[in-house]
Every structure is written in C-alpha cells, then in structure tokens.
C-alpha cells in the first residue's frame, strides 16, 4: 500500500503543473498523453465550494464524454467524484472549448460498454480495478 499511497502524493503537484500547461496553451500542450486524449474536468468543491480542476482522460458516448473515477487503483473514490456526486454541474474543457456538462454515475449498460473502451484505450484501467476491491465508477457526462 506504501506504492499507492506514494503514487497519490506525487500525481498532486503533477496534476497542478498539467492542468496550468493545458490551460495556457489551450490544450495544445498536455491534450493528449499516451495516445488517449485528455480534458480537464472542473467541479465545485463538497465542502469547500471552492473550483477544483483536474486532467482527466476521456471518451465520447455518443453525445455524451464519459471519465473513470479510478484514482490510480486506490481504494477510495477520487474527490472530484465526491464532487461531481453532490454538485453535478460540472464543465469539461476540450482544447479551448468549455462544455458545461451535468455529471451522472453509468448506468450497468453504460459502465460495460465504456469501461471496456476505457480499457481498449489505456490497458492500465483492469491494473487498477485488480489492485481494488471496489468498483470503479464510470461517470457520464452529459451536455446541458
């Protein structure tokens, strides 16, 4: 668990140095990685209402993106899921295009058929539901 927990205090500054490169270069910079494009999800803080951006990976779905609250295959749910859950009014930026979006957890249908183009997309997804006991959730984002 000391890998896991190491992994999580490292991404943190990561994730504030990627999402100000996106922000800046309109995600020409930080857009992409791996062969998986990436946005950056903006959600209102629970607690603190305070804005809270991430880069995340995404997909399309039909109308809809769709994101994987993985954490890295930690065994909590990220806190920008425990975000999105009690304020659903969330945006995903695309580039330079903003989408106001109102987040939704995957209904069982929708979590296997994204899942599994989640995973076609960045294999590490099964790594990170072997390394848990809970279930991933896959949270669809939907336009408004």
Do not use: C
Request: no cysteine.
């Amino acid at each position: 668990m000391a890998d896991k927990s190491l992994f999580l205090k490292l991404t943190r500054p990561f994730t504030h140095a990627h999402s100000a490169v996106y922000k800046m270069s309109n995600g020409k910079i930080g857009g992409s990685m791996a062969g998986v494009d990436i946005g950056l999800l903006t959600t209102t803080g629970r607690k603190s209402g305070k804005q809270r951006t991430v880069p995340l990976l995404y997909l399309r779905d039909g109308d809809n993106y769709a994101v994987i609250a993985s954490r890295g295959g930690d065994d909590r749910h990220p806190a920008w899921y425990h975000n999105l859950t009690a304020k659903p009014e969330v945006t995903l930026a695309i580039g330079a295009d903003t989408h106001p979006v109102r987040a939704r957890v995957a209904t069982q249908e929708e979590h296997k058929r994204i899942w599994a183009d989640a995973v076609s997309r960045y294999a590490d997804y099964e790594k990170y539901q072997a390394s848990t006991d809970r279930a991933i959730p896959v949270v669809v984002l939907e336009p408004r």
